[in-house]
């Protein structure tokens, strides 16, 4: 039947009513009976869609992790806004210092925020084993001449506990500035079980995996997970569909096998941007639970925004449009010179001044652009 225009649009989800399929049998040349009968089905075929869509826009709201949570779990309540207080456990390579990506930043700031509304939240994940450890230029590890090189290397004698995270549990690895396929995402898998006592007395229940290599680890924990703990696939980045990671085609095969495994083991998926997730759908043969959440906003530029408006003087005048990303070929860093080139009169007339700022050592190439 998709050999029709109407046929097309049924099986895309678009005229489905009862006209619209007894155009695509008349079109198939039916006799006047299968069109009307055609009509019966449309309808039906109507009401099954309203249905479904009723029921994925159910399955989405329960992504209020709350409403997922088994009532026979121990929860306690805020105090009055009808959220209940979550022990929840986030698996992750990145978080400890020193963080190298956008992955241990956003990572911090899911648990700033979730700590802020009294959540209590355990973390798990990966550090540098030592001040000289292998894997990557993403960017260059500093040396240990320098004054961050310095503070790095105390970073790891005396961990800090980001986000304020109930407790973080960081395992160290013989990988580091890394993430993808040849990260140590495999040790670190191997090495997670060791918090596994821990993690069973925490009893979470909830759990946030990041990426594929969260889940591999999160995985790992299986036996020290609640049985109907709730398990989230944190999607920071959809991987097989990222240049310069899964431009062959067995690294392409890899990162689909590892995300739509992730898919499977997870209650929900949760992406960045509705493209990750229809990225995440056309690859995966069937329905899952999905959403989408936005990056919370960073608390500090929360609390400057905060103390102006208490100041009740009017803002500040803006000074600069800016950039900051990693140089990169990934991030479209040029993109920006092109918005800045499109708003050069509004920016002039302004007194905005463009300002691009972000490490050039992953690509010097891109960068000299």
Same mark, same amino acid.
């Given at each position: 039947h998709?050999?029709?225009?109407?046929?097309?649009?049924?099986?895309?989800?678009?005229?489905?009513?009862?006209?619209?399929?007894?155009?695509?049998?008349e079109?198939?040349g039916?006799?006047?009976?299968?069109?009307?009968?055609?009509?019966?089905?449309?309808?039906?075929?109507?009401?099954?869609?309203? %249905?479904?869509?009723?029921?994925?826009?159910?399955r !989405?709201?329960?992504?209020?992790?709350?409403?997922?949570?088994?009532? $026979? *779990?121990?929860?306690h309540?805020?105090?009055?806004?009808?959220?209940?207080?979550l022990?929840?456990?986030?698996?992750?390579? &990145?978080?400890?210092?020193p963080?190298?990506?956008?992955?241990? !930043?956003?990572?911090?700031?899911? !648990?700033?925020?979730?700590?802020?509304?009294? *959540?209590?939240?355990?973390?798990?994940?990966?550090?540098?084993?030592?001040?000289?450890?292998?894997?990557?230029?993403?960017?260059?590890?500093?040396?240990?001449?320098?004054? &961050?090189?310095?503070e790095?290397?105390?970073?790891?004698?005396?961990? @800090?506990?980001?986000?304020?995270?109930h407790?973080?549990?960081?395992?160290?690895?013989?990988?580091?500035?890394?993430?993808?396929k040849?990260?140590?995402?495999k040790e670190?898998?191997q090495?997670?079980?060791?918090?596994?006592?821990?993690?069973?007395?925490?009893a979470?229940?909830?759990?946030?995996?990041?990426?594929?290599?969260?889940?591999?680890?999160?995985?790992?924990? %299986?036996?020290?997970?609640? %049985? @109907?703990? !709730?398990?989230?696939?944190?999607?920071?980045?959809?991987?097989?569909?990222?240049?310069?990671?899964?431009?062959?085609?067995?690294?392409?095969?890899f990162?689909?096998?590892? &995300?739509?495994?992730?898919?499977?083991?997870?209650t929900?998926?949760?992406?960045?941007?509705?493209?990750?997730?229809?990225?995440?759908? @056309?690859a *995966?043969?069937?329905?899952? @639970?999905?959403?989408?959440?936005?990056?919370?906003l960073?608390?500090?530029?929360?609390?400057?925004?905060?103390?102006v408006?208490?100041? $009740?003087?009017?803002p500040?005048?803006?000074?600069?449009?800016?950039?900051?990303?990693?140089?990169?070929?990934e991030?479209?860093?040029? /993109?920006?010179? &092109?918005?800045?080139?499109? /708003?050069?009169e509004?920016? %002039?007339?302004?007194?905005?001044?463009?300002?691009?700022? $972000?490490?050039?050592?992953?690509d010097?190439?891109?960068?000299a652009?």
């Open positions: 998709a050999s029709t225009t109407s046929g097309r649009k049924a099986l895309a989800g678009e005229g489905l009513g009862g006209g619209g399929f007894a155009a695509a049998c079109q198939l039916s006799p006047w009976v299968w069109r009307k009968f055609g009509c019966v089905l449309g309808l039906l075929a109507l009401a099954f869609v309203v %249905a479904v869509n009723f029921g994925l826009a159910t !989405v709201k329960t992504l209020t992790v709350p409403t997922m949570v088994d009532s $026979g *779990h121990s929860v309540s805020d105090g009055g806004n009808g959220m209940a207080k022990r929840i456990l986030m698996v992750t390579l &990145e978080f400890a210092d963080v190298f990506s956008g992955n241990g !930043v956003y990572s911090r700031s899911l !648990v700033a925020s979730l700590t802020r509304q009294n *959540h209590t939240v355990m973390v798990v994940c990966g550090t540098v084993a030592s001040s000289e450890v292998s894997g990557g230029t993403t960017p260059e590890p500093p040396k240990q001449g320098d004054q &961050e090189g310095k790095d290397e105390e970073a790891t004698k005396k961990p @800090r506990n980001p986000g304020n995270a407790q973080v549990i960081a395992l160290p690895l013989s990988k580091w500035y890394r993430l993808d040849d990260s140590a995402w670190f898998a090495v997670v079980g060791s918090a596994g006592p821990t993690v069973a007395a925490f979470p229940q909830v759990v946030l995996a990041v990426d594929w290599s969260g889940v591999a680890a999160a995985k790992a924990l %299986a036996r020290s997970l609640p %049985a @109907r703990c !709730v398990r989230v696939f944190m999607n920071f980045r959809v991987y097989f569909a990222s240049a310069g990671l899964a431009d062959s085609p067995q690294d392409r095969e990162y689909t096998t590892q &995300e739509l495994s992730s898919i499977e083991w997870a929900a998926t949760v992406t960045l941007t509705k493209q990750d997730l229809r990225l995440l759908q @056309r *995966h043969p069937g329905l899952f @639970r999905s959403g989408v959440l936005l990056p919370p960073r608390q500090e530029i929360h609390l400057i925004a905060s103390s408006v208490a100041l $009740g003087d009017p500040p005048p803006r000074k600069y449009l800016v950039c900051c990303v990693r140089l990169s070929a991030k479209n860093a040029l /993109l920006f010179a &092109e918005v800045v080139v499109l /708003l050069g509004f920016l %002039a007339s302004e007194g905005l001044q463009p300002l691009l700022c $972000g490490s050039d050592s992953a010097p190439a891109y960068a652009q």
